[in-house]
């Protein structure tokens, strides 16, 4: 088993971040061997990034995503940018709060996931946790790593004292996928 995904945005949507907490979950939590690679531009906020995790019950001996099993999308730049490479029958996580619908052609041979994800986020109190709502639906979507692993690498990777705003978020995302 390999699955090939990608978390694509702008600088300081916590991309990257949520990229490491679903790799260390994997590692540290599980049997599953995890890699994850990171991009961005050169400004903090703003700029395009983008965050790759391999998850593998076998080595991982080429730590590159090709074409994506899965692609999560929170700004209009990543989504022109990467939908066309998720791979055919591949899932597009689209936050619909930044992100135009999938053009038709794109979302006939894949499936797309569309969501609110930064403005759930900003119901709950901070959109900062926009990625780890984002995580909670991957995680939901695909079923590849246990929740509880998930939520205990969250609770090791926040600042102190957002733990329960995060756990939330993450569980926001989860039940996002039982209501869609």
Do not use: H, W
């Not at 699955?3 to 945005?9: P, Q």
């Not at 994506?68 to 791979?87: I, T």
């Not at 999938?102 to 986020?121: D, G, H, N, Q, T």
């Amino acid at each position: 088993m390999r699955l090939e995904l990608r978390l694509a945005g702008e600088g300081g949507q916590g991309l990257i971040t949520a990229a490491i907490i679903l790799a260390e979950a994997c590692a540290e939590y599980t049997q599953l061997n995890a890699a994850q690679t990171q991009s961005y531009g050169p400004e903090s906020r703003g700029g395009a990034s983008r965050a790759d995790v391999i998850i593998s019950t076998d080595e991982i001996d080429y730590p590159e995503v090709k074409a994506p099993d899965v692609l999560v999308v929170m700004a209009q730049e990543a989504s022109d940018k990467y939908v066309q490479g998720v791979r055919p029958g591949g899932t597009v996580i689209v936050d619909t709060t930044y992100v135009k619908p999938i053009p038709k052609s794109e979302a006939e041979r894949l499936k797309v996931v569309e969501y609110p994800i930064s403005a759930k986020a900003r119901d709950l109190g901070r959109e900062i946790v926009a990625n780890i709502v984002a995580l909670g639906l991957v995680v939901e979507i695909t079923g590849i790593v246990p929740k509880d692993a998930v939520v205990a690498a969250v609770l090791d990777r926040v600042p102190k004292g957002t733990e329960e705003l995060n756990k939330k978020a993450f569980f926001v995302g989860v039940d996002a996928v039982k209501e869609l």
